[in-house]
């Protein structure tokens, strides 16, 4: 879920030696062999990347829109970002955490089955799924949102709730098991787990686990869901506007365990500078730190979760384009947050990151247009190799 706020600060601090990893916790383990699949999958987020494409997506975009939930269009055809630049979202996110801890539906209200089935029917039109988790504390001491300490040492190891935790990743695995390319084999996947962890406002944040209890808990999971035979899963690890590299590394588990470098990384108006509710060079400057890391730990970069909230300025995609394209920022794909009729982000209101198509605004959704036709953006259903 998206951050609510930026840190207010600009300098940069590039120093991206291996000091500044976790890796000195203990060393790194073998990696399990990937598969295939993944292996040609990440190899080419890599290419398009340095190709200067980027793949785009967006979050929940065929179960959550304005004025309309899951339940009303249940076939995955609805979805606002389609309605107005009349293109699919080469990424969807998913959000994967169950309401309470059994995975029968999401918190968003949609049932397991109806997720994998419209995953599969993503990656079969050269679509690419990648999923968040937002799970309840497993001591039963609120949401994902109810940060303070004890949860996360609860789920470790020889802790109280371990068996608990384990038959959650459990059930999650047999899900992910399902996700399948047409031709039947295990079908590439990003898993985003316990992001923005650097920040207070989740059970496993800043203020609520110590550097090492949060990696633990990241080895452990990632560990576990591969002993279930999940060679073709691709993480993530995604910190939410880190001060400097120093910061966004100071949670980072290890090369063993992440494939993808990413960043929340929002335009709000408690920005520093702000204009319009979006200072470019913070965005900047946070994003060529997130390179320089790319760069050093020889992994591809995303911007795994942006937007700016209802959207306040008519130029904020023709803004966003000119960044992509002026700084040699390699990404491989940026994924805007959700619309939603309601959203905890808004206070229970209104929350929108892309036009929708009963908004009274042509200048703006005039602008997405624009940004969606541009020649090295990539969506669904298009030409560029993804799995092969």
């Not at 999923?131 to 802790?159: C, T, Y």
């Not at 800043?206 to 209890?213: A, G, L, P, V, W």
């Not at 209101?349 to 602008?367: C, E, Q, R």
Request: aromatic share 14%.
């Amino acid at each position: 879920m998206k951050a609510i706020y930026f840190l207010l600060f600009l300098s940069l601090c590039i120093s991206c030696g291996d000091d500044n990893t976790a890796d000195s916790i203990d060393n790194d383990p073998p990696i399990p062999q990937p598969s295939e699949e993944k292996i040609k999958f990440v190899n080419n987020l890599t290419r398009i990347a340095n190709e200067g494409k980027i793949i785009i997506g967006h979050q929940s975009t065929n179960v959550s829109g304005i004025g309309w939930r899951y339940n009303d269009f249940p076939n995955g055809e609805k979805s606002d970002f389609k309605d107005v630049s009349n293109k699919i979202p080469a990424i969807m996110g998913w959000e994967f955490a169950p309401n309470g801890l059994q995975f029968i539906n999401n918190y968003e209200g949609i049932p397991y089955d109806k997720i994998i089935q419209l995953c599969n029917k993503n990656t079969a039109n050269n679509g690419i799924n990648t999923f968040a988790l937002h799970p309840d504390r497993f001591d039963r001491a609120g949401g994902s949102w109810s940060s303070g300490p004890g949860s996360v040492k609860s789920i470790l190891p020889n802790e109280a709730k371990h068996e608990v935790y384990k038959k959650y990743l459990d059930d999650m695995a047999a899900y992910f098991a399902q996700l399948k390319l047409p031709d039947g084999k295990p079908a590439p996947f990003i898993f985003r787990p316990f992001h923005e962890m650097d920040r207070e406002w989740f059970w496993w944040g800043s203020t609520s686990c110590t550097n090492e209890e949060y990696i633990a808990l990241f080895r452990f999971t990632i560990d576990y869901l591969r002993s279930k035979n999940l060679p073709n899963m691709v993480v993530c690890y995604a910190p939410a506007t880190p001060l400097d590299a120093t910061e966004y590394l100071r949670r980072y588990p290890g090369d063993a365990y992440v494939d993808v470098l990413g960043i929340d990384l929002y335009h709000l108006s408690t920005a520093p500078n702000s204009n319009n509710g979006a200072n470019w060079d913070f965005i900047k400057g946070k994003l060529q730190m997130l390179q320089q890391v790319g760069n050093q730990k020889n992994k591809p970069i995303a911007w795994t979760e942006t937007g700016q909230q209802n959207l306040t300025s008519n130029t904020y995609f023709t803004q966003l384009t000119q960044l992509l394209k002026s700084n040699n920022i390699k990404l491989a794909y940026l994924m805007f947050w959700s619309n939603a009729t309601t959203t905890i982000d808004s206070g229970g209101g209104l929350g929108y990151y892309v036009p929708y198509s009963v908004m009274n605004n042509n200048a703006l959704k005039n602008d997405f247009i624009n940004f969606t036709n541009q020649p090295n953006y990539i969506f669904q259903n298009s030409q560029e190799a993804i799995y092969k």
